[in-house]
T-cell receptor, first 113, second 111 residues
Framework: GDSVTQMEGPVTLSEEAFLTINCTYT??????LFWYVQYPGEGLQLLLK?????DKGSNKGFEATYRKETTSFHLEKGSVQVSDSAVYFC????????????FGGGTRVLVKP | DTAVSQTPKYLVTQMGNDKSIKCEQN?????MYWYKQDSKKFLKIMFS???????INETVPNRFSPKSPDKAHLNLHINSLELGDSAVYFC??????????FGPGTRLTVL
């Protein structure tokens, strides 16, 4: 079945550091890929998405590129802020399964001033 | 205006009780979902409804029963609560596969 694997956290960084969270997936066909973010005490929010190979999703300084050859969708940000402290989830929606999302286990990021 | 709302936000109850969680969305979306997030933050879909019709029903104990009185509401009823049901339950809605909008979550604690 479909699955998403992302690096375990917590990831602790200083402000203005570079952030990378690895995400790889297993799925048939061409799924859509997503990064969701969950701030403390809140529900998940869509951060960015990519629907086909080589697409780059970007939002709020975060970027991720859909790499079909490595089945990866790594999240990056060049200079993190304290307000980026959250749990980040990589997810996929299978090509033929409509709205169903399969999530990775989440990566907690803590940015210290 | 809250897009996806859930009540209650916190729910503490004893084993064996029956409880319900309500969800409402004012986005006009056709599809709604219930997810369970465990203590390790692992998030898994439980159910999905499209226009009041059940379309996703993952391997969930039949003590859990979703009900959708109209496409703006999806409630979750849980019978005979067990310790392992303690989790945060999220409701979500979407109009397309591209983005799901999540509610703030209901933290259920079973004692």
């Amino acid at each position: 079945g479909d699955s998403v694997t992302q690096m375990e956290g917590p990831v602790t960084l200083s402000e203005e550091a570079f952030l990378t969270i690895n995400c790889t997936y297993t799925a048939t066909g061409y799924p859509s890929l997503f990064w969701y973010v969950q701030y403390p005490g809140e529900g998940l929010q869509l951060l960015l998405k990519a629907t086909k190979a080589d697409d780059k999703g970007s939002n709020k300084g975060f970027e991720a590129t859909y790499r079909k050859e490595t089945t990866s969708f790594h999240l990056e940000k060049g200079s993190v802020q304290v307000s980026d402290s959250a749990v980040y989830f990589c997810a996929l929606s299978p090509q033929a399964a409509g709205n169903k999302l399969t999530f990775g286990g989440g990566t907690r990021v803590l940015v210290k001033p | 205006d809250t897009a996806v709302s859930q009540t209650p936000k916190y729910l503490v109850t004893q084993m064996g009780n029956d409880k319900s969680i309500k969800c409402e969305q004012n986005l006009g979306h056709d599809t709604m979902y219930w997810y369970k997030q465990d203590s390790k933050k692992f998030l898994k879909i439980m159910f999905s409804y499209n226009n009041k019709e059940l379309i996703i029903n993952e391997t969930v104990p039949n003590r859990f029963s979703p009900k959708s009185p109209d496409k703006a509401h999806l409630n979750l009823h849980i019978n005979s609560l067990e310790l392992g049901d303690s989790a945060v339950y999220f409701c979500a809605s979407s109009q397309s596969p591209i983005e799901q909008f999540f509610g703030p979550g209901t933290r259920l604690t079973v004692l």
